[in-house]
């Protein structure tokens, strides 16, 4: 890799699961609050649980005035299922998010490269 040019998609690392997860709560909770983040993201992990057995591990909890999240080990690793397991929890969090604030957040979710590159789509 040339030190003055920026790496390019086959010298970066792949990104993973707990990256995307990671990256979506951030976002939503500077937009909505956590509090509202928190509830989103459960109710998509709910719907989407039934087909992908290691949302079990995927843990959203209270503690204090702060919501904290523990992910399943498997998505801590570049891992493709774990990662369309996020696209699942994408689909059914876009319609949630579009009920609320219209393509507002959708648009600015899709502004993000990282998502795109994982082949995450807010807004279709």
């Known amino acids: ?4 040019m920026p790496a390019s998609p086959e010298d970066r690392a792949p990104t993973t699961a707990a990256d995307l997860f990671g990256l979506l709560w ?4 500077d937009m909505l609050g956590s509090a509202t983040t928190a509830t989103l993201l459960r109710r998509s992990r709910n719907a989407v649980a039934q087909r992908a057995p290691e949302l079990a591990e995927l843990q959203i909890d209270r503690e204090g005035l702060e919501y904290r999240y523990r992910l399943p080990a498997s998505w801590l690793a570049a891992d493709a299922q774990a990662v369309n397991t996020m696209r699942d929890i994408v689909s059914e969090l876009r319609p949630l998010l579009m009920e609320l604030t219209g393509a507002v957040i959708l648009n600015q979710l899709d502004a993000n490269p990282t998502f795109a590159e994982s082949g995450i789509i807010f807004s279709r």
């Open 1 to 4: 890799m040339n030190p003055g």
């Open 26 to 29: 951030r976002m939503l909770s």
